[in-house]
């Protein structure tokens, strides 16, 4: 004697259900916001620069799965000349293209420690 519980839908079997509605949940956008992200120093001894603020809110727009696999790192790039204080952008790294990145804020303040 079978219980109610020994039945499978059909869909689920012969995986149309997979099948018809698969790009639909591939294709959902999805926006998800990563506060407070530390911000890295690259092309330098980032312990010798002060950076301010040390820490960006990052926010990704892009398809669920795509938006689930992205592990975001914002940085700044200086090059070893350089010395003075100055404003610089951010850039991301580890996320997969057509991901939209906005970032908060976009540019930050780079100055030798003292």
Same mark, same amino acid.
């Given at each position: 004697m079978a219980s109610g519980f020994d039945w499978v839908p059909h869909c689920l079997k012969d995986r149309s259900f997979h099948r018809l509605y698969a790009s639909t949940i591939d294709e959902k956008l999805e926006s998800r916001k990563l506060p407070n992200l530390p911000l890295v120093v690259r092309g330098v001894d $980032?312990?010798?620069w002060q950076v301010s603020p040390a820490q960006v809110d990052v926010t990704l727009t892009g398809? %669920? %799965?795509a938006v689930e696999k992205a592990k975001?790192?914002?940085f700044v790039k200086l090059a070893p000349g350089d010395t003075k204080p100055r404003e610089i952008d951010v850039t991301v790294d580890g996320v997969?293209? $057509?991901i939209g990145i906005k970032l908060s804020p976009e540019r930050v303040?780079?100055?030798p420690a003292k």
């Open positions: $980032g312990s010798k398809t %669920l %799965l975001p790192v914002p997969p293209p $057509g303040k780079v100055e």
